[in-house]
């Protein structure tokens, strides 16, 4: 799943299809090995039995998660699974402690700069220097005290 993720994100920006041999190479500098216990967690959904997306969380800090690797195969778009997917990847931010998620993304990927605002995200200052970092999004997941 990673590889789709990274070949899809990797094609875009270079405006053509990436080569194993650069695929391979993206995968040991763009590695996710710090995406489990204690440092942060991968989700993989599923349809229907079949491996439909991922999404990683990282522990940026007690109360900071943030979200990353967000990926639904191209078969699965369109049906609401990507807000599933980002859903589920809240909750269980919220079960690592955060009480804030946070996310950066590109400027070419308009369709994930479209969902995190539709799903309650908040255009913030830039929290890294990363280069392919464009847009910086945040959501607070405290619960809101009911009256």
């Known amino acids: 799943m990673l590889r789709e993720y990274l070949d899809e994100i990797a ?3 270079y405006e053509r299809q990436v080569t194993e041999e650069e695929l391979d ?9 710090d ?12 349809r229907d039995g079949v491996l439909a997306g991922c999404a990683g969380l990282r522990v940026a800090s007690p109360d900071i998660t943030e979200l990353t690797r967000v990926f639904l195969r191209k078969s699965e778009r369109g ?26 993304t590109r400027r070419d990927l308009v369709e994930a700069r479209a969902l995190y605002a539709r799903l309650g995200y908040d255009e913030v200052e830039p929290f890294n220097n990363e280069p392919f970092a464009h847009h910086f999004f945040a959501k607070s997941l405290e619960v809101p005290d009911r009256v």
């Open 11 to 13: 094609s875009r920006f």
């Open 35 to 46: 995406l489990v216990p204690p440092t942060g967690t991968f989700l993989l959904a599923w």
């Open 25 to 33: 190479g993206l995968l040991l500098e763009h590695h996710s090995r």
């Open 79 to 104: 049906n609401g699974g990507a807000a599933l997917l980002v859903a589920a990847a809240e909750d269980v931010a919220r079960g690592l402690g955060a009480s804030l998620i946070r996310l950066d």
